[in-house]
């Protein structure tokens, strides 16, 4: 089927096999290998891509269903650097060991960060609950998102 959505802000036209996974289609047919493949179940978080705003898991969407759609990369969000002070935040609190998880947290924190701009390390922990992390244990991760929180309270 052909399809034409936005990704990384540029237009994309391609044929693509009906089943194909959004995740499979930004990885084999873009080369955006930013977003990981984990457990194609939905589960752990790695595939996690922003489809017209929303933060969703690329392994259970179709890039059948996103045609005419937008869609955004971690590779997009770092380049237009909306998150470049959550990237930091990772780096210092050492938020991340093999960064298999970190593309799909940082989309999901900054999108958490969009929604609710002073959240608890409480709702930070809810939030992310769907985005596994075998490394870290959690509390980095929790404490870089609220430096940024805080950071941005003071910009
Ligand atoms: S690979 Fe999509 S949620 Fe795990
Ligand atoms: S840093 Fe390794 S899975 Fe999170």
Do not use: W
């Amino acid at each position: 089927m052909a399809i034409s959505l936005t990704v990384k802000g540029a237009p994309v036209r391609r044929r693509v096999e009906p089943r194909q996974s959004l995740v499979d289609f930004l990885r084999y047919e873009l080369e955006l290998t930013g977003s990981h493949v984990g457990c194609e179940h939905g589960v752990c978080g790695a595939c996690s891509v922003r489809v017209d705003g929303a933060v969703l898991r690329g392994c259970l969407m179709l890039a059948v269903q996103c045609d005419g759609s937008r869609v955004e990369t971690v590779e997009g969000v770092a380049a237009t650097g909306e998150a470049r002070d959550l990237q930091q935040a990772f780096a210092i609190e050492n938020a991340l060991q093999c960064g298999f998880c970190t593309p799909g947290m940082l989309l999901t924190a900054q999108d958490v960060l969009a929604r609710r701009p002073d959240p608890s390390p409480e709702e930070i922990r809810e939030a992310l609950s769907g985005n596994y992390c075998r490394c870290t244990g959690y509390h980095a991760i929790v404490t870089a998102v609220r430096r940024t929180a805080e950071a941005r309270a003071r910009a």
